[in-house]
C-alpha cells in the first residue's frame, strides 16, 4: 500500500489526534454559559428573571472533569496498548473510542449519560496525546522534531478554536441542538485521523523493537532519506537504533516499576513534572472557564451569547501565538522557553489577582447564574482583567503549550518510551481532572484567590526548570542517554550532567544531519556499507 513519506503531512495527520483534546475544551467552555444546556441539565431550579441556572457547583465540576478522568486512564493503557499494537494502531484505536464517546454525548438527555459520554471520548483522548508525541518523537529527525512534535499543541489550539466558533454559530439555535450539534460534529475528525493513519508508516524505532529491520529501513529511507537507501544518516541512524535495541535487551526489564529505579527516577519525575506543571500553570482552567471570568468583567452585557465572542478571542491569540513555537522552539532549546514562559504567566496571573483583590465586588444575589461567578468588577479594571488574561493565553502558547509536549517524549530509552511518556501524560489528565473539578468551588469560595495559588505554581516550575530540567533539542533520542549518565566526570549521581551546563548543539545537528561533519573517506565508506546492506537483503 501507498505510503506518506513526507514527514510534515505525516505530523499533520498525526495530529489530529491532539485536536480532540481541543475540541472537547472549547465545546465544553462555550456551552456551560448557555440556557439550552442549562435548562437541559437543570438542578438548581430557575431564578428570578425565569432562566435555568444549571447543575450545581460540584457536579458541573464533575461534568468538566470526566473528560481528563477517562484522559487519565487512557493514558496509563496506551502504553500497553502502543507497545503491543504499534504507534499508529493504537493512535486508530483511539479515534475510533471517541467515535462512540461523541455519538453517547450527542445523544445525552441526563447528567450521567453525559458523564459517561465523556469519560469515554476522554480515555481516547488519553490514548492519543500520549502517543501522538511519542509517534512523531521516533519518526522526526533531531533538528525538527521540535517542530513537529510542536504540532500536537497547534492542533490542540486548532481544535479549540474550531469547535468554539461552531459551538457560538449553534449558540443561536433554539433548544437542545444548541449543544447536540457541535457534540455531533467532534466525530468527523476522529474518522479523517483514522483514515488518515492508513496511510501513514509505522515508528521505525518501534518496528526494530519487534525485528521488523527492513520495514524500519523502508521507513527510514521514505522519511529521511528522501527514497535514497544508501543515505549515510539513513544508515547512522539504523546502526545507533540497533545499538540501542540491543543494548535494550541485554538489560531488559520493561515495567512501569523500572521508570522508579534509582538510574530512571529523575528522569521520570522531570518528565511528570513537564505535564503537571503544564497543567498547574492554570492554561486549561482559563480555556475550560473563560466565560465565567469573562462574566464577572462585565462581557454578559445581559446576553448568554455576549460574552461568546470576546472569549474566543483568547482562542484566536492561542493558535497564533503557537506559530512562533514551531518555527524556532528548536532553535530557542527546550530549557529557556520554559523558563521565559514560567516567568510571564506568573507575572500575568498576579495582576488579575491584583485587580480582582483590589476592585473587584462580591456578586449580588442573583447577579450572576452560576456561584462560581463570585466576583465583578467595572471599568478600566475589568479593561486590565480581560488583558491580563489575553496576554497569559499569549505567555502560554509559544512556551509551555508546545514544549510540554515535545519534551517527555525526548528523555526516555526506547524501551522503556511507550510506558514513560503514558505515565507522564498520565499525570497531565489527573491533574486536569482535580483542576476541572476544583475551580468552579474555588472561585465561589476563596475568589481572586485563585490566582495566587496558579502564580505561585509557575514560581516554584521556574525554580525546578532551572535546576533540574537538561536540555535536549536537537539531539537524536539515542543520545539524550549520554545525558543522564552518572559515570561521567562533573555528573551528580542519579542525575547526570547538571541541568544548567547542558546546552543546544543545533549547528552541529544540521551538519550531521547533511553528512558535513564526515570526510569524504567517511562518506564513502558509510555509503558502501550502506550498499552492501541492501544487495544483501
Known amino acids: 500500500m501507498y ?27 462555550a456551552i456551560i454559559s448557555t440556557q439550552p444546556y442549562l435548562c437541559q441539565f437543570n438542578q438548581l431550579g430557575h431564578n428570578e428573571k425565569g432562566l435555568c441556572l444549571g ?3 460540584d457536579v458541573q465540576g464533575g461534568i468538566t472533569a470526566a473528560m481528563p478522568g477517562g484522559s487519565w486512564l487512557g493514558a496509563l493503557c496506551s502504553g500497553f496498548v502502543s507497545d503491543t499494537f504499534g504507534r499508529k494502531r493504537s493512535i486508530q484505536i483511539g479515534s475510533l473510542i471517541w467515535i462512540i464517546g461523541s455519538i453517547i454525548v450527542c445523544a445525552s438527555v441526563n447528567i450521567p449519560m453525559l458523564v459517561v459520554g465523556r469519560i ?17 518523537s521516533e519518526i522526526a529527525l533531531p533538528s525538527k522534531r521540535g517542530r513537529l512534535v510542536g504540532f500536537q499543541q497547534w492542533a490542540i489550539t486548532w481544535g479549540i478554536l474550531i469547535m468554539f466558533f461552531i459551538c457560538y454559530g449553534c449558540s443561536f439555535m433554539k433548544g437542545t441542538a444548541a449543544f447536540r450539534v457541535p457534540w455531533g460534529l467532534q466525530a468527523i475528525p476522529a474518522a479523517l485521523l483514522f483514515l488518515g493513519l492508513v496511510f501513514l508508516p509505522e515508528s521505525p524505532r518501534w518496528l526494530c523493537k519487534k525485528d521488523r529491520w527492513d520495514e524500519a529501513k523502508d521507513v527510514l529511507t521514505l ?67 473563560i466565560t465565567y471570568v469573562f462574566t464577572m468583567a462585565g462581557l454578559a452585557d445581559g446576553s448568554e451569547n455576549a460574552v461568546l465572542l470576546p472569549s474566543g478571542i483568547q482562542f484566536v491569540i492561542n493558535v497564533v501565538m503557537t506559530i512562533p513555537a514551531l518555527l524556532w522552539m ?49 471599568g478600566a479594571p475589568a479593561k486590565a482583567i480581560i488583558a491580563s488574561t489575553y496576554l497569559f493565553v499569549a505567555s502560554f502558547a509559544p512556551t509551555w503549550g508546545p514544549v510540554s509536549w515535545t519534551y517527555p517524549p525526548e528523555l526516555y530509552p526506547l524501551r522503556l518510551r511507550g510506558k514513560a511518556v503514558a505515565l507522564c501524560t498520565s499525570a497531565n489528565w489527573a491533574f486536569n481532572f ?67 551546563k547542558t546546552r543546544n548543539t543545533r549547528n552541529l ?12 573517506e567517511e562518506k564513502i565508506g558509510l555509503e558502501e556499507h550502506a550498499h552492501k546492506e541492501t544487495t544483501d537483503r
Request: aromatic share 14%; with cysteine; proline share 7%.
Open 120 to 136: 469515554i471520548n476522554g480515555f481516547s483522548v488519553g490514548i492519543c496525546s500520549a502517543q501522538v508525541p511519542v509517534y512523531i
Open 3 to 29: 505510503k506518506i513519506g513526507n514527514i510534515y503531512f505525516i505530523a499533520a495527520i498525526a495530529v489530529i489526534g491532539g485536536a480532540l483534546f481541543g475540541f472537547d475544551i472549547s465545546s465544553m467552555s
Open 330 to 378: 528548536d532553535r530557542w532549546g527546550r530549557r529557556p522557553t520554559l523558563l521565559v514562559g514560567a516567568f510571564f504567566m506568573c507575572l500575568w496571573l498576579c495582576v488579575n489577582a491584583g485587580l480582582f483583590a483590589v476592585y473587584s465586588r462580591p456578586a449580588r444575589p442573583g447577579e450572576f447564574t452560576s456561584p462560581a461567578e463570585s466576583m465583578a468588577i467595572t
Open 223 to 289: 522519511v529521511h532519506g528522501k527514497g535514497n537507501p544508501n543515505s549515510p544518516w539513513v544508515h547512522r541512524e539504523m546502526q545507533e537504533i540497533r545499538e540501542m535495541v540491543e543494548f535494550e535487551r541485554a538489560n531488559a526489564d520493561v515495567s512501569y516499576f523500572e521508570l522508579f529505579k534509582p538510574n530512571m527516577i529523575n528522569r521520570t519525575s522531570i518528565g511528570v513534572f513537564t505535564q503537571i506543571w503544564s497543567q498547574l500553570t492554570g492554561m486549561n482552567v482559563m480555556m475550560y472557564y
Open 509 to 520: 545537528t544540521l551538519k550531521q544531519e547533511h553528512n558535513d561533519t564526515l570526510s569524504p
Open 434 to 500: 482535580a483542576l476541572a473539578y476544583f475551580v468552579p468551588p474555588a472561585f465561589a469560595n476563596i475568589t481572586w484567590k485563585t490566582y495566587v495559588i496558579f502564580a505561585s505554581f509557575c514560581a516554584a516550575m521556574f525554580i525546578h526548570v532551572f535546576f533540574m530540567f537538561p536540555e535536549t533539542a536537537n539531539k537524536p533520542l539515542e543520545e539524550v542517554e549520554e545525558i543522564f549518565d552518572d559515570t561521567k566526570p562533573g555528573a551528580i549521581k542519579y542525575i547526570g550532567t547538571p541541568a544548567w
Open 55 to 57: 447543575p450545581t457547583n
